[in-house]
């Protein structure tokens, strides 16, 4: 996972590794990303995989590289994990 790269105007269609985000300029520089504790990953996955192309449109970009198995989650597999997380 740490090799996924990503390029935006921002970056001046440099490719720079995720994780590095915070140094494309000041605005990236004030963004913390972090997971939280116990957060659905699994809805997400869905989410990515489901929307992937009107994203990519919406946004005038490319396509994600979505990794195998997240669009083989189901809609109710990732409602089930997010009652489980949320307790709800």
């Known amino acids: ?17 995720f994780r590095d985000y915070r140094t494309v300029n000041e605005h990236y520089a ?3 990303i ?18 992937n192309t009107q994203l990519a449109k ?8 979505i990794p195998d198995g997240w669009n083989d989650i ?5 409602t089930e994990d997010m009652k489980k997380v949320y307790d709800i």
């Open 74 to 78: 189901t809609i109710e597999e990732a």
């Open 34 to 51: 972090e997971p939280l504790a116990g957060e659905s990953e699994m809805f997400w996955k869905w989410f990515m995989a489901k929307y």
């Open 30 to 32: 004030s963004w913390k």
């Open 1 to 17: 996972m740490s090799n996924y790269r990503f390029i935006n105007e921002d970056t001046n269609s440099t490719s720079i590794n």
């Open 58 to 65: 919406y946004y005038s970009c490319t396509e994600a590289d």
